[in-house]
T-cell receptor, first 114, second 114 residues
């Protein structure tokens, strides 16, 4: 069964600290993996997209990693800011019947405290 | 640049009443269009997607329906709302081809059925 699991469910850290969010997937055949940021009550916004051959991709203070062998991805946030408070969602794309489908994780809720 | 608008942003409706959420995309043509629902603490659930005018695919059986009367207009409807229809609804679009394309979301619509 195609699944995407994220951990932790929620995380509270102090402003300025680093943190790492995890995404494990059991999806086949894998096409790509995205990380989205969703502010409360808003639509998700794409942060990164990684294909099978990419191990690392950065977007400012956000760095995503992908290990296609272990089917794990992480999102590392450096020097966190209050505006990083949001839910972070991992999404894996899978090819099924010549169409691609998106398998969404439940997200990690990140709270940055001053 | 492309933009996506959906409305209303917030809606409180009694059980059994009809529903109409509208979504329009500007700055692109022939987009794929999507309606998602997001329940608290859960991943995004794809409700409908459309690859063209009048072409609607339903992912989950329910009392909701979708229509695409114009290329860049997507409407989510219900004839009689249920309490379980409450949630956060997101319209989204992507370019037509390829699994590597990012999905861009609208601001979302909060629906409370009372």
């Amino acid at each position: 069964k195609n699944q995407v699991e994220q951990s932790p469910q929620s995380l509270i850290i102090l402003e300025g600290k680093n943190c790492t969010l995890q995404c494990n997937y059991t999806v086949s055949p894998f096409s790509n993996l995205r990380w989205y940021k969703q502010d409360t009550g808003r639509g998700p916004v794409s942060l990164t997209i990684m294909t099978f051959s990419e191990n690392t991709k950065s977007n400012g203070r956000y760095t995503a990693t992908l290990d296609a062998d272990t089917k794990q991805s992480s999102l590392h946030i450096t020097a966190s800011q209050l505006s990083d408070s949001a839910s972070y969602i991992c999404v894996v794309s899978v090819i099924m019947d010549s169409n691609y489908q998106l398998i969404w994780g439940a997200g990690t809720k990140l709270i940055i405290k001053p | 640049s492309q933009t996506i608008h959906q409305w209303p942003a917030t809606l409180v409706q009694p059980v059994g009443s009809p529903l109409s959420l509208e979504c329009t995309v500007e700055g692109t043509s022939n987009p794929n269009l999507y309606w998602y629902r997001q329940a608290a603490g859960r991943g995004l659930q794809l409700l409908f997607y459309s690859v063209g005018i009048g072409q609607i695919s339903s992912e989950v059986p329910q009392n909701l329906s979708a229509s695409r009367p114009q290329d860049r207009q997507f409407i989510l409807s219900s004839k009689k709302l249920l309490l379980s229809d409450s949630g956060f609804y997101l319209c989204a679009w992507s370019v037509r081809r390829g699994s590597g394309n990012t999905i861009y979301f609208g601001e979302g619509s909060w629906l409370t059925v009372v």
